[in-house]
C-alpha cells in the first residue's frame, strides 16, 4: 500500500466545511435610509453608527 492511500481520507471533509455560517450571511440587498420616514430611533441609531465609524477611522490612524 503506498503512502497516499492512508492521506486521502483527512483531507475529504475540508471541502464540505463553509467559511461564514450560514446564519451570518446576508442576501447582499442594501437598503435605503430616508430622512423622511426616519423615526428618532432611526435618527439615534444612525448617529451612534457614524460615531462608532469615526472611532474605527481614528483608532486605525494612530496605528498607523
Request: charged share 35%; aromatic share 2%.
Amino acid at each position: 500500500m503506498g503512502r497516499s492511500h492512508g492521506h486521502k481520507t483527512r483531507d475529504k471533509n475540508k471541502n464540505s466545511l463553509p467559511q461564514v455560517p450560514k446564519n451570518m450571511k446576508t442576501d447582499g440587498i442594501d437598503e435605503e435610509f430616508s430622512r423622511e420616514l426616519a423615526d428618532g430611533a432611526d435618527m439615534e441609531a444612525q448617529a451612534r453608527a457614524n460615531a462608532a465609524n469615526q472611532r474605527v477611522r481614528v483608532h486605525s490612524r494612530k496605528r498607523s
